[in-house]
């Protein structure tokens, strides 16, 4: 909706996409607050934490990407390829709750992946869209910032676990 010609949908479509976005991150930092305040005594410890390693890794594929245009065929490739087996193992989490060294692994593996999806769309923002496509490239990376930051909290909180 965030490419389509008409600047209501567009329109339309951003709002959508940041309400929804809005209620996902909300539930998230409730989660993440009452884990660090049962941890830290301190319900801050660890959204702080995520924003931290999540600003330091889009700084650093900013950083990566100012340099030009890159090739990453093979990691959207890889990114695609694993859509599907990911939508299951999120469903199959979620029936089956994993802990332990498991629950550990697959965080980690859904962080590589949010993050290689996020590199991929910032190179197609940063090098690809037009300039006239502000609402388009805006959710582009909004969405996955907040899919790297959702990951990234859940690998803290099963690192405590």
């Given amino acids: 909706?965030?490419?389509?010609?008409?600047?209501?949908?567009?329109?339309?479509?951003?709002?959508?996409?940041?309400?929804?976005?809005?209620?996902?991150?909300?539930?998230?930092?409730?989660t993440a607050t009452l884990v660090s305040a049962?941890?830290?005594?301190?319900?801050?410890?660890?959204?702080?934490?995520?924003?931290?390693?999540?600003?330091?890794?889009?700084?650093?594929?900013?950083?990566?990407?100012?340099?030009?245009?890159?090739n990453l065929s093979i990691i959207a490739g890889a990114v695609s390829t694993m859509f599907l087996p990911m939508i299951g193992l999120?469903?199959?989490?979620?029936?089956?709750?994993?802990?332990?060294?498991?629950g550990v692994l697959v965080s980690g593996v859904f962080v590589l992946i949010s993050a290689a999806g996020l590199l991929v769309n910032m190179n197609q923002v940063m090098h690809k869209f037009s300039v006239n496509m502000p609402l388009a490239a805006s959710f582009h990376i909004s969405v996955g910032i907040v899919v790297l930051f959702w990951n990234v909290v859940v690998l803290i909180m099963s690192l405590r676990r």
């Fill in 90 to 102: 999120m469903v199959l989490t979620v029936v089956y709750p994993l802990n332990g060294i498991m």
């Fill in 38 to 70: 049962e941890f830290y005594a301190n319900p801050l410890v660890i959204p702080f934490q995520a924003m931290f390693l999540v600003g330091l890794t889009v700084m650093g594929m900013v950083m990566y990407l100012l340099t030009g245009p890159k």
């Fill in 1 to 30: 909706m965030t490419r389509s010609p008409s600047a209501a949908t567009r329109w339309m479509g951003f709002t959508a996409g940041s309400v929804l976005q809005g209620i996902a991150v909300g539930l998230l930092l409730v």
